[in-house]
């Protein structure tokens, strides 16, 4: 044993009362600088971690500066079964961060433009980057440009900003997605007849990109179905869905439905007892899909793989801000297609609130 070896043994074991003392500031303060907590000056932060030295502390020891890298995270306010999925995956993701990232998570009304704009706009810290889910509004789409002339890194899921320079989005190709239903939809429909297209949200880009890349593909491919865009704005109401998707059958029967948001449960209550059954396609691996797709109901569900936009933002947004030095994918997410012969292996309720009678 060597005599700085003998030294460090007999030393006593220092106390954080004693760190506190000699440092001039709180215990509290010494505990949120071991473990690396925010709220600590760069100067108390320093004094700490040189007491702690001086005193022979037998621990590893933070850095004498690490600041803490604050990121945003921005999502709307919506209870559907794709966002609870989303930010369960964010939270996942969040928790496996470095003690030195601060993610901040943020929920907003969805109407609440100003609320959106505010928070891009400004903090009470500094923050480097952010990854969003918001509509395409102009004011939220300037405030974002002008965050990112000032430097910080932007990355959209979910829905893009299209045109936006400098941003990644890493959600699906919404476009693709609505020409793949159109295209699953107009191979199963043989005979001619009309299909009744529901809109969730007329301000948020990926639904509408939906809309165009189904219309597109239905008028190009099958020119024997005859779409109509029955409702642009359900946001993802089961009764909006619902009433537009009676008012539709009240003229005639349907060969086929798309919806392109959720609000399901009003559309499996308004096409009971339908004669012929119209062909369903909709969005999400969501716990009524798998049982309108067990049951028959629904023929196909479209999936954009939430917990893989979460990771997959979350990889990019550290590589943009410098802290990961592995590259990430840096492309869409891939769609994925569910029928009743492949659903995965999950657990989930039929519950008796899935009917709205």
């Not at 301000?203 to 990109?209: P, R, S, T």
Request: hydrophobic share 40%.
């Amino acid at each position: 044993m060597t005599g700085a070896q003998a030294s460090r043994k007999t030393r006593p074991r220092a106390r954080l009362a004693d760190i506190a003392r000699v440092a001039g500031v709180s215990i509290a303060t010494v505990d949120r600088v071991f473990n690396e907590r925010e709220s600590v000056s760069d100067a108390a932060r320093e004094r700490v971690i040189q007491v702690a030295r001086e005193m022979g502390v037998r621990r590893d020891l933070p850095e004498a500066y690490r600041p803490i890298t604050h990121l945003d995270l921005i999502l709307p306010q919506n209870d559907s079964p794709f966002f609870v999925r989303l930010r369960a995956a964010f939270r996942d993701g969040i928790a496996m961060l470095d003690r030195g990232i601060a993610m901040h998570r943020h929920i907003l009304a969805v109407e609440d433009t100003a609320s959106f704009v505010r928070l891009i706009s400004e903090t009470s810290y500094a923050r480097k980057g952010m990854i969003l889910a918001v509509p395409d509004r102009p004011e939220i789409r300037a405030a974002v440009q002008s965050i990112q002339a000032a430097g910080q890194k932007v990355v959209t899921i979910v829905t893009d900003l299209p045109g936006l320079a400098g941003a990644d989005y890493l959600g699906i190709d919404n476009r693709q997605a609505g020409a793949t239903a159109a295209h699953l939809l107009g191979r199963s429909c043989r005979q001619s007849g009309r299909v009744a297209v529901l809109g969730a949200h007329h301000d948020w880009a990926g639904h509408v990109e939906r809309m165009g890349g189904f219309q597109t593909t239905l008028s190009r491919d099958f020119p024997h179905l005859h779409c109509e865009i029955i409702e642009m704005d359900t946001r993802d109401d089961p009764d909006r869905c619902a009433r537009s998707l009676r008012a539709a059958l009240s003229f005639g029967p349907l060969v086929g439905v798309y919806n392109t948001g959720a609000g399901s449960i009003g559309i499996m209550n308004a096409l009971k007892g339908a004669m012929p059954r119209p062909f369903w396609i909709g969005h999400e691996l969501s716990d009524d899909h798998i049982i309108y797709l067990k049951d028959g109901t629904m023929d196909y569900a479209i999936d954009q793989n939430p917990r893989g936009q979460a990771l997959g933002s979350l990889q990019t947004l550290l590589y943009r801000c410098g802290l990961i030095t592995s590259t990430p994918a840096l492309s869409h997410a891939e769609l994925r297609i569910y029928t009743r012969e492949n659903l995965p292996a999950r657990n989930y309720e039929e519950s008796s609130q899935l009917s709205l009678d």
